[in-house]
């Protein structure tokens, strides 16, 4: 493949939710694309649409990012193909499950994804992001990051850690031209599945509920003005900032039991 002249944003776990709005939110802004998901899941499509739609090119690989060998694989081909000023890694798993019920290959697919994608992807293309003037990384963590809960215990340990890696590579690559920045979304109506789990949740679960278009445009902005966390529900962010681990943990731990009754 010839190289292309343009840059390109890269967009994890593009053909759904968040990713999706991520890549609509920047081909509205002429951003060139390259969008990776699962194989089999209508990227094809929704490039060609996005490339007619919006008169940008938009390349797509489809992969499953639990396995390291193919996180690399998929570095390779971006970097002997494109130059890139966005990485988003949006691409995430999670679920509620009691822990005795959960098998081993339910509790590795959100280690991998969650923390050794997000971590591998970054250190494989961070050559390519400092080949630009200005370049940016959005990591999609999760409120969850700031409270451990019961039924989710894997889920909200992986995006403690993906908020903690963007802090501290935010602080590493301060002075350089990448600029780091990290997420930490509340409950997004991103598929029915997910709605419908939020809403047995009650009040707590809907509180935070958001449409994915609006955080999607909310963390462009945001990431584009520097803002290095960033925060879309703040009225949550605050409550469970006041509230102590001993008030949080049970309470956010009895929300989610009702999911898994
Ligand atoms: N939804 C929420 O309430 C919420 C709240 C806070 C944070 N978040 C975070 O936001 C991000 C997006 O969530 P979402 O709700 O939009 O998720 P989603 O609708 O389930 O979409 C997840 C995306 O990741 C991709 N993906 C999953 N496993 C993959 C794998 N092994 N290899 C490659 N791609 C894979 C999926 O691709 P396929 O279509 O191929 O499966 C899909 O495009 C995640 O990091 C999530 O943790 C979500």
């Given at each position: 493949m010839e190289k292309s002249g343009d840059h390109y944003a890269v967009?994890?776990?593009?053909?759904?939710?968040?990713?999706?709005?991520?890549?609509?939110?920047l081909a509205q802004r002429k951003t060139n694309l390259i969008l990776v998901s699962l194989p089999n899941q209508?990227?094809?499509?929704?490039?060609?649409?996005?490339?007619?739609?919006?008169?940008?090119d938009v390349h797509y690989f489809e992969t499953d990012l639990s396995i390291t060998d193919n996180v690399i694989q998929f570095s390779e081909w971006i970097n002997e193909n494109f130059d890139i000023d966005i990485l988003i890694n949006n691409a995430g798993l999670g679920g509620s499950k009691k822990y005795i019920e959960a098998n081993v290959d339910y509790i590795n697919s959100i280690i991998q994804v969650n923390?050794?994608?997000?971590?591998?992807?970054?250190?494989?293309?961070?050559?390519?992001?400092m080949k630009r003037d200005n370049s940016y990384i959005l990591n999609v963590?999760?409120?969850?990051?700031?409270?451990?809960?019961?039924?989710?215990?894997?889920?909200?340990?992986?995006?403690?850690?993906?908020?903690?890696?963007?802090r501290g590579l935010?602080?590493?690559?301060?002075?350089?031209?990448?600029?780091?920045?990290?997420?930490?979304p509340g409950a997004i109506k991103t598929n029915p599945e997910v709605t419908q789990r939020i809403e047995r949740q009650g009040f707590l679960?809907?509180?935070?509920?958001?449409?994915?278009?609006?955080?999607?445009?909310?963390?462009?902005?945001?990431?584009?003005?520097?803002?290095?966390?960033?925060?879309?529900?703040?009225?949550?962010?605050?409550?469970?900032a006041i509230l102590p681990i001993w008030i949080k943990l049970p309470?956010?731990?009895n929300v989610v039991k009702r999911e898994v009754q």
């Open positions: 967009i994890t776990g593009a053909s759904l939710g968040l990713g999706k709005a991520f890549a609509y939110e209508n990227l094809g499509e929704l490039s060609h649409m996005l490339i007619e739609n919006f008169n940008i923390i050794m994608a997000t971590s591998i992807l970054t250190r494989k293309l961070l050559p390519n992001l963590s999760s409120m969850a990051a700031f409270n451990p809960i019961g039924y989710k215990t894997v889920y909200p340990a992986s995006k403690a850690f993906v908020h903690s890696f963007s935010y602080q590493e690559l301060k002075n350089t031209n990448v600029f780091v920045s990290v997420v930490n679960g809907r509180l935070t509920l958001a449409k994915p278009e609006k955080i999607a445009k909310i963390c462009i902005n945001r990431l584009l003005k520097r803002d290095s966390v960033i925060m879309v529900n703040k009225f949550s962010w605050a409550m469970l309470l956010l731990t």
